[in-house]
Each structure stands twice: as C-alpha cells, then as structure tokens.
C-alpha cells in the first residue's frame, strides 16, 4: 500500500501544476471577482471551451463547456446539460491539449440560467481514487 500511495504522488504534483497554470491563464486580463471579503479565494471571470466528463457512472462522453469563473479552488462553468450536486467530474482545463491532464472536481452547486446551467465545481486532487478516474479518461476528437 505504501507503493501505491507513493504512485499517486507524481499525478496529484501534475494535477495542481496544471491547476495553477490554468489559474495564471485565467488571471491574465480577467475580471477579478467583487466578493473577495466573503470568499477564500478571488475569483477570475473568463470565457473559453472546457471538456466535462462525468465521472459518475463510468462511459460518458465529453461534453463542452464554457468557463464561467475559476480560481485556485475550483471553476463555475455555463453548460446545456445539469450535473447532480455531489457528483464528480472529470475536467480538461486545457481542451486543445492532448497532454493535459484531467482534474476531479466535486459539483457544489447547479443553477438553472436561461439556455441552461451554471455549474460550480470544487477541484479534488487529493482523493487517488477520482484522481486516478480522472487520469483514465480519454478524449475521443483527437485520438486516432
């Protein structure tokens, strides 16, 4: 069991590698969020395509997303489609990589908003198990 926890060790260092640089993307020329006093973190608003996998049963397919708000703690994202608070998800922070690693988020909160969803997630990288699920999920578009 210690070698397996030691395994684990590399992909949780990638995971919040690959927060953090998104977070320094999201933070350059965003608008930074007004409720810093109620808030752990300042939230960065900016728009790009994100890639969502369920987690929650195995054998979804990606869905596109678009980022709403993100930070170093987790993401908001608008989405067609409703996600289960508590459920997990599986999200490609960079779609356009094919290297990027995927990270876990817990869903804390789904708000219906006109043409669809506002999705806020809470990132998850310290549980091997989601990391691990996370990991194992592929993107379809860009494999042969």
Not at 29 to 58: F, I
Not at 96 to 125: I, K, N, S
Request: glycine share 6%; net charge positive; with cysteine.
């Amino acid at each position: 069991m210690a070698a397996e926890a030691a395994a684990i060790v590399p992909i949780v260092s990638a995971m919040r590698r690959e927060i953090a640089k998104f977070v320094a993307v999201t933070r350059r020329g965003a608008a930074c969020d007004a409720y810093l006093g109620r808030r752990r973190t300042r939230r960065h608003h900016r728009s790009w395509p994100l890639l969502v996998t369920t987690l929650q049963p195995r054998g979804q397919c990606d869905v596109s997303v678009a980022l709403h708000n993100a930070s170093e703690l987790g993401l908001a994202f608008h989405s067609a489609q409703p996600y289960s608070v508590g459920s997990y998800v599986a999200v490609k922070l960079f779609w356009h990589d094919p290297h990027a690693h995927r990270v876990p988020a817990v869903v804390r909160h789904c708000t219906a908003e006109a043409g669809g969803y506002l999705v806020g997630c809470q990132f998850d990288v310290e549980d091997e198990m989601w990391c691990r699920r996370a990991c194992d999920v592929r993107s379809r578009w860009y494999e042969g």
